[in-house]
């Protein structure tokens, strides 16, 4: 049986996505037990790792590192032992070394980088970007992107802040307003995304099938 951590620090839409991941996971022929945790002894021993987010990034970071062991636990599951890893929204900005939103706050600092505000080069991209917006995957056979078109596929976003990686190569896709910007970032068996798939119906669901699916090949 494959175990997911579902990390529960009291920030993100945990129904909405402990709902998708049930879906996704009956999709395979593995046995999934998906868990909505603060639990580190948990956390540290499971297969997979999800760690939404939503609202500013400093209160996020305050309230992930306030669970005690829990970013521990994290850094053991993904950086030590190879856990498959999918941050959604804020979930993917605190990977960063720091976010910028009320000052400067140190994110977990998994990736190089920062979280900076839009900036949208039209005055008719408002922000907060809220809505469904298109991406351009551009790492091709990455799979997360597998079963998806590289281009034109549409997916809820809800946010005024983005992930400005150091390493370009980092980037697994592209949306564009007012402008481009870092829409979901990839390497190894770690992902993230700016996007909620929870929200983006029909795509968003294969987003979190073919997270499953990478989980449970490990």
Known sequence: MRTVALIDY???NLPSAEKALWAAARCLDTTFEIRATADPDFVARADRLV??????????????????????AMTEAVRARGAAFLGVCVGMQLLADRGLEFGETPGLGWIGGEIRRLEPATHEAKVPHMGWNTVRFTQPGSPLAAGLQTEGEAFYFVHSFHCVP???????????????????IGRGRCFATQFHPEKSQA????????????????
Not at 167 to 172: A, E, F, K, Q, T
Not at 203 to 208: H, M
């Open 203 to 218: 795509k968003g669901l294969q987003i979190y099938r073919n997270f499953a699916a990478e989980a449970a090949r490990g």
């Open 10 to 12: 009291g920030s993100g």
């Open 166 to 184: 150091a390493d370009p190569s980092l980037v697994l896709a592209e949306c564009d307003y007012g402008g481009p910007f870092c829409a979901a």
């Open 51 to 72: 760690l939404p987010g939503v609202g500013a990034f400093r209160a996020c970071m305050s309230a992930l590192t306030a669970r005690e062991g829990l970013v521990d």
